[in-house]
T-cell receptor, first 110, second 113 residues
Framework: AQRVTQPEKLLSVFKGAPVELKCNYS??????LFWYVQYSRQRLQLLLR??SRESIKGFTADLNKGETSFHLKKPFAQEEDSAMYYC????????????FGKGITLSVRP | DTGVSQNPRHKITKRGQNVTFRCDPI?????LYWYRQTLGQGPEFLTY????????KSRLLSDRFSAERPKGSFSTLEIQRTEQGDSAMYLC???????????FGPGTRLTVT
């Protein structure tokens, strides 16, 4: 079974502080991992995916298969980063669905 | 094309009534997905279509739920005999083929009283 765990519900930091949003997954095959973000009063949108290996809005995420983790990181948080962040697994093979974690609220204080 | 659209945005209904939601995907996308999101949870997969074919249904989708995509364009999700536990945000998403980037609509918030 596929499972995504985001162990924290809320992370509150000051502007300029580093950010790490944790994500662990459970999947027996070769996973495809994503981070989706939802800003206030906006729809859910893709932030980044592990296969692209790029930095979006200063965020990066590295897939660690040994630790089954895909943590999202940013060295210097900005107020506009305040949002709800969801880690998601899939689609994989014939399975087209995304499996989401419960999400974490990131609050960046001035 | 301004993205995935969903109607209505809000629906309040009494227990036992039937409701129907509509999703219009991005026009060139052949895959369409329905998810449900309750408070404090991430979106949970309900079902998906490739063109007009419904290829997968979650166990969350009870017999009271039915989804269609008759011409491979828009989709409808119907809930019969609504229950209070059906209160949730219903999200629609679309994608081109099986790519992991799914484009989400704004959702329909259902409240069953």
């Amino acid at each position: 079974a596929q499972r995504v765990t985001q162990p924290e519900k809320l992370l509150s930091v000051f502007k300029g502080a580093p950010v790490e949003l944790k994500c662990n997954y459970s999947y027996s095959g070769s996973p495809e991992l994503f981070w989706y973000v939802q800003y206030s009063r906006q729809r859910l949108q893709l932030l980044l995916r592990h296969i692209s290996r790029e930095s979006i809005k200063g965020f990066t995420a590295d897939l660690n298969k040994g630790e089954t983790s895909f943590h999202l990181k940013k060295p210097f948080a900005q107020e506009e980063d305040s949002a709800m962040y969801y880690c998601a697994l899939g689609p994989t093979g014939a399975n087209s669905k995304l499996t989401f974690g419960k999400g974490i609220t990131l609050s960046v204080r001035p | 094309d301004t993205g995935v659209s969903q109607n209505p945005r809000h629906k309040i209904t009494k227990r036992g009534q039937n409701v129907t939601f509509r999703c219009d995907p991005i026009s060139e996308h052949n895959r369409l997905y329905w998810y449900r999101q309750t408070l404090g949870q991430g979106p949970e997969f309900l079902t998906y279509f490739q063109n007009e074919a419904q290829l997968e249904k979650s166990r969350l989708l009870s017999d009271r739920f039915s989804a269609e995509r008759p011409k491979g364009s828009f989709s409808t999700l119907e809930i019969q005999r609504t229950e209070q536990g059906d209160s949730a945000m219903y999200l629609c998403a679309s994608s081109l083929d099986g790519g992991g980037e799914q484009y989400f609509g704004p959702g329909t918030r259902l409240t069953v009283t």
